[in-house]
């Protein structure tokens, strides 16, 4: 019986015919190749549409810089906040799989029409030259809604692939759990092997052969990643959906209040929990409770009008697993507000980065080869290629030496290094732009749309953020997974990646305070068209100092964090 029970996994994952998962046909890295694939087809896919959307904005849609890049951030920003409705749509009813095969056919209809949309006659924007093109608001609103619709069909993919490639690995086998780190570093890294293709070779396409196929590439192969994905089914170990987690959250919220004049026991054991060896939520294991977070435990103690009604009433009387569920979540939410700078930092690589690099010179050398603004986030993308397998092979077992954590660093250790190093990304930023404007007052080149200042100079600013990447990016991935009760753990993952929308959002808003302060009097401002007459090394700089302060408020949080301790297994 027990070689019987070793056969199948223990954290309550089942195969496709909703069997227990059998722990040597499913799972572990056999299943991986179909979702790193797929990931890595749609990151090529979704990279390859919006590395460079700004220019598509400013030159075929032909807006303002600053309209431009805000809207591009605000796009980038639902792109992230709509993972909450695609991790609600998993946890709660479809489950993960599920949940990636639905939104993943609303994705490809907005790739398709947004390749429409650059593509007939009628729906793209008339040009009278290169240079020069006009969109009616009609041919914008097209191009609005496909963006939508992508943005909307990511929500429901971006949540549920970490935290479904993680779920190959049985959380209660400790050979299979050490694998899991692993994992989130070269799922990083697939992320950034389709980001390397789409800022090299289909930015140029866009640039130099043609929006339609620009566009119509991605579209292709975002249709691939489907393809990928469904093609590993019988592989694939899925975690039953244990029901809305809102009304879950909702319920000891309401249960504490209505205890509010009731003292918790000394006793933490009299508290209330079901007494199955399983949780009452399911897919769930049960969670050991915490001394933190104290009133809502209220919610756990058993009353004697409590003990007199059957069934109990969840809005009443909450299970101490339940409890727990939430104060993870409130644990969480500190942790997360810190990352939301770091997402403005990283953001910049899609909008000043890229008109900073449109005032220099993109020449490859004496050749006639110019290499486009955009392009240049292939060195962030090359920095994650080159510090995964850094990080993995040698900082891991080095650091391990010392710490003796078997993942080197934890994941907050891991995280703080992230966003140490993301400050150095916009002193070299600004750094930059400074060497540049004085360059351009001492040859008086300020009406020169390009200085013959080459444009890798802006190399080491997207090569630090990759660094910083490989840190506080992954870091949160694992982070958000592991600490994320077992039936939340969609929900946890849209958190992470909510960082990023209001990352998005923040940078608008810095932009445009800044933008409607410093233009008072007729001034041109930091960020003018011509940025040659501008001051954007003072944003850069602002950025800078928001990172330290964010940095300093980080370890603080760290410093008091309680860590989730899951008890048993569910099989």
């Not at 572990?28 to 990279?47: H, M, Q, V």
Request: charged share 15%.
């Amino acid at each position: 019986m027990a070689e019987e029970d070793d056969l199948y996994t223990k954290d309550g994952t089942v195969d496709y015919q909703n069997n227990p998962a059998n722990k040597t046909r499913t799972g572990t890295w056999k299943a991986c190749p179909y979702i790193l694939g797929n990931e890595c087809c749609e990151r090529l896919a979704f990279y390859g549409m919006s590395s460079n959307l700004v220019v598509y904005f400013k030159e075929r849609l032909n807006q303002h810089s600053t309209n431009a890049s805000n809207n591009v951030t605000n796009w980038v920003g639902t792109c992230y906040i709509t993972p909450l409705i695609g991790a609600f749509v998993a946890d709660a009813y479809l489950g993960r799989y599920w949940t990636i095969a639905s939104f993943s056919i609303l994705y490809v209809i907005g790739m398709t029409l947004l390749t429409l949309s650059a593509s007939i006659p009628g729906l793209k924007p008339t040009c009278i030259d290169k240079n020069t093109c006009h969109a009616t608001s009609g041919q914008a609103a097209v191009c609005f809604v496909a963006l939508y619709l992508i943005a909307l069909g990511t929500g429901g993919i971006k949540p549920c692939v970490s935290s479904f490639g993680a779920d190959q690995f049985d959380d209660t086998d400790e050979l299979e759990k050490n694998h899991k780190s692993s994992f989130f570093n070269w799922f990083y890294f697939v992320i950034n092997i389709g980001a390397l293709i789409a800022a090299s070779v289909l930015v140029y396409i866009q640039m130099h052969v043609g929006w339609q196929w620009g566009f119509g590439i991605p579209a292709v192969a975002m249709a691939i990643a489907v393809v990928f994905f469904f093609l590993g089914t019988r592989l694939y170990r899925n975690q039953k959906p244990g029901g809305s987690p809102l009304t879950r959250i909702c319920q000891v919220v309401t249960a504490s209040f209505r205890k509010y004049n009731v003292k918790v026991p000394a006793d933490k054991s009299l508290l209330y929990e079901t007494l199955d060896a399983e949780s009452a939520i399911k897919g769930s294991r049960k969670i050991e409770h915490t001394n933190d977070l104290a009133f809502f435990d209220k919610a756990a103690v058993e009353t004697q009008p409590d003990a007199i009604k059957a069934p109990i009433n969840p809005w009443k009387l909450c299970t101490v697993t339940q409890v727990e569920e939430l104060k993870a979540i409130i644990r969480l939410l500190p942790i997360w507000a810190t990352g939301i700078i770091f997402a403005t930092v990283y953001g910049q690589m899609s909008t000043l980065f890229v008109l900073q690099g449109l005032t220099m010179d993109a020449h490859l050398g004496k050749s006639s080869f110019e290499i486009p603004a955009a392009s240049l986030s292939i060195f962030d993308t090359l920095s994650v290629i080159f510090w995964v397998p850094i990080y993995d092979q040698v900082i891991v077992p080095f650091a391990r030496k010392f710490t003796g954590h078997k993942n080197g660093l934890t994941q907050l250790q891991r995280m703080g290094t992230g966003l140490f190093i993301s400050i150095f990304s916009m002193l070299s930023a600004g750094i930059l732009e400074l060497v540049r404007l004085r360059y351009v007052k001492r040859h008086n080149y300020y009406e020169l749309e390009q200085i013959p200042m080459s444009i890798f100079w802006q190399v080491p600013q997207y090569f630090i953020i990759g660094c910083a990447e490989v840190f506080m990016f992954i870091g949160q991935l694992e982070f958000f997974y592991e600490q994320a009760p077992d039936a939340m753990r969609s929900l946890c993952s849209a958190l992470q990646l909510t960082t990023v929308a209001l990352g998005s959002y923040l940078s608008t808003l810095l932009v445009t305070i800044v933008t409607k302060v410093s233009t008072r009097n007729g001034k041109l401002g930091w960020i003018p068209d011509n940025l040659n007459y501008g001051h954007l090394h003072y944003f850069y700089w602002l950025l800078a100092v928001l990172s330290v302060l964010n940095l300093g408020v980080f370890l603080v949080v760290a410093k008091w964090y309680t860590y989730k301790k899951p008890i048993g297994t569910l099989r």
